[in-house]
């Protein structure tokens, strides 16, 4: 067992989640029928095009297979605390990014595990795909990603003048979490590194790119407003 992946970083990524859930209310769940195209459209973009343009570049990529799925995976991950601190940043809809961030953490204990596992079916020997199992990934997802969610949520609603103080220790918290499972992880593929980095990095490169190029026509076609249109940049 590699106490980094199987250990560490699952128990870092829970604390990260639940320090997401210390900043949302259910203000940002209902705020979504008040804004229901702008928050579509990012979805929809997030869960459906940038899946689809990932599978189209490992497809016509020379990558192997492995790396291929971790593009994938890459593409069905939701966005984070940094969508929508770059939001902030570019005076863009802070609260819509929120919602997304959210609801789209929420969903992708179903949408991850089918994307991996369509991908794997695809990209890699088909007996790969008999060994996974998805109730398994969903069942992890749940107790990585929402369960924290919904428990900061609730640490939120209950003991709100805690939460006011305890909330910026977490997010320092989690940055340096971050920041120790990437190194970690560099660490203990310390031989492969250098490989996969020439084989994935600029593929992952391109990905980012495309995207933004994509969002940016996506925004100037379908953004209600000036505000909508630097969320969907980050």
Known sequence: MNIVTDVILPLALAFIMFSLGLGLTGGDFIRVLKQPRDFFVGAFSQIIILPIIAFILVKIWPIAPELAIGVMIIAAAPGGVTSNLLTSFAEGDVALSISLTAI??????????????????????????????????????FLIITVPVLLGMLFRKFVSTLTLKFEPVTKKISILLFVLVLIGAIAAERENVISYFAQAGLITLILNVVMMVVAYFVAQSLASGIKQKKMYYN
């Open 104 to 141: 789209i953490s929420l969903v992708c204990v179903i949408t991850i595990p089918f994307i991996v596992l369509t991908s794997v079916g695809l990209l890699s020997d088909s007996n790969v795909a008999q060994d996974i199992s998805v109730i398994g990934m969903s069942v992890d997802m």
